[in-house]
């Protein structure tokens, strides 16, 4: 009898243990639907929440134990919608103790789309102005030496921007333990759209859905580090807005949308 007694309490005991390790830690209430939050490593502060709210044009900045740490304004452009922000660092754009980014934002109502790229500080103060680009990426060319990759309008010239900051951190989300979804282009579209990624030498393959804006996964593709994007036939597609992002290792990357005609 003892012994069933020991063995009943080491049950009871792992049953729960195992129900310990999975807890709600926090509710982030957003303002719409196209919010997203996810989390970047910056070099001096080290890991924090983002949560990005395309519709109030804010990017809000929370430490780990969820108490607000910053909010960036997002500078608006009229005639342009915010189409969300990249390489969220330290030390990279700029080489003071200040957040910087970049912020894409797009014009759909011209043929071909405009696009405009900003690299901003925490202030919302604008570092660099490049407009009729479509943000590409950020790479490096050697050991802390950084370059900004911008494209035109139609795609068929490239850009680059040498960086002034040393900064070992690209800004990645998770600290780069997910991929990235780039820009689509051409974007709206009938037919044909091009989705960009970058698994960012984490991994070799990924997966990339594309969800309707209801949620629900219309298409999923397997990618790897052959290639950096896919063509995507949308001519089936209904009307409307779908979004897209890639799932490295089981982590979502943050989502990007295009247009269907």
Same mark, same amino acid.
């Given at each position: ?130 407009? #009729?680009? @479509?943000?590409?990426? $950020?790479?490096?060319?050697? =050991?802390? *030496?950084?370059?900004?990759?911008? !494209?035109? /309008? ?73 290639? #950096?994007? @896919?063509?995507?036939? $949308?001519?089936?597609?209904? =009307?409307? *807005?779908?979004?897209?992002?890639? !799932?490295? /290792? ?12």
């Amino acid at each position: 009898m003892k012994k069933i007694k020991l063995i009943v309490a080491a049950l009871l005991l792992l049953t729960s243990s195992v129900n310990a390790q999975i807890t709600l830690e926090n509710t982030y209430n957003v303002v719409s639907s196209s919010s997203s939050l996810t989390t970047v490593q910056l070099s001096n502060s080290g890991y924090k929440f983002v949560l990005t709210e395309p519709t109030t044009f804010q990017v809000k900045l929370y430490n780990t134990n969820h108490s607000i740490w910053k909010t960036i304004n997002v500078p608006t452009i009229s005639g342009f919608t915010w189409l969300g922000v990249y390489n969220i660092s330290e030390g990279l754009f700029n080489t003071d103790n200040q957040v910087e980014c970049v912020a894409c934002y797009a014009n759909h109502s011209t043929t071909p789309s405009q696009y405009y790229t900003k690299v901003i500080d925490e202030n919302g103060t604008v570092i660099k102005d490049i407009p #009729n680009r @479509i943000y590409a990426g $950020v790479r490096a060319t050697s =050991s802390n *030496t950084f370059k900004l990759i911008v !494209n035109d /309008n139609n795609n068929m010239i490239r850009d680059v921007y040498s960086l002034p900051g040393t900064s070992s951190n690209l800004g990645l989300p998770n600290g780069g333990v997910e991929g990235q979804v780039g820009i689509s282009y051409p974007n709206p579209t009938n037919q044909f759209i091009t989705l960009p990624y970058d698994l960012n030498g984490t991994s070799s393959t990924a997966v990339l859905k594309i969800y309707n804006v209801n949620g629900q996964i219309i298409e999923s593709f397997n990618i790897d580090n052959s290639f #950096n994007s @896919i063509l995507l036939d $949308v001519s089936n597609y209904a =009307s409307g *807005t779908y979004r897209y992002n890639i !799932n490295v /290792n089981g982590v979502e990357s943050s989502s990007n949308s295009f247009i269907k005609q």
